[in-house]
């Protein structure tokens, strides 16, 4: 059997993007999502997007964002049994 491996980062990406010019001394509207991201997360996410045979291997935090990082990647289509959580880490 043969297949590929990726090693390395997996981070969560908060983005904010502004609905409005910025208001001096003000509020300014914003929508933010919360993204994968990391190179190597990117690029495992891709290749199982195109029905490669993919194992990603990373370490995440045994926190929020972790659990958020491996619900992704499961519904992304990548397993997470090689994703290992360290408690008392934060997640990237």
Do not use: Y
């Not at 045994?62 to 958020?68: I, K």
Request: include cysteine.
């Amino acid at each position: 059997m043969s297949g590929i491996c990726v090693i390395g980062d997996v981070n969560v990406d908060i983005v904010s993007m502004l609905r409005e010019p910025l208001q001096p001394n003000s509020d300014t509207q914003t929508t933010n999502s919360l993204n994968l991201g990391g190179s190597p997360c990117n690029m495992s996410m891709w290749l199982a997007h195109i029905d490669a045979q993919v194992t990603f291997m990373a370490a995440v935090g045994a926190d929020l964002f972790g659990n958020w990082i491996k619900a992704e990647l499961d519904k992304g289509g990548l397993a997470t049994d090689q994703i290992q959580q360290f408690p008392g880490k934060s997640s990237g």
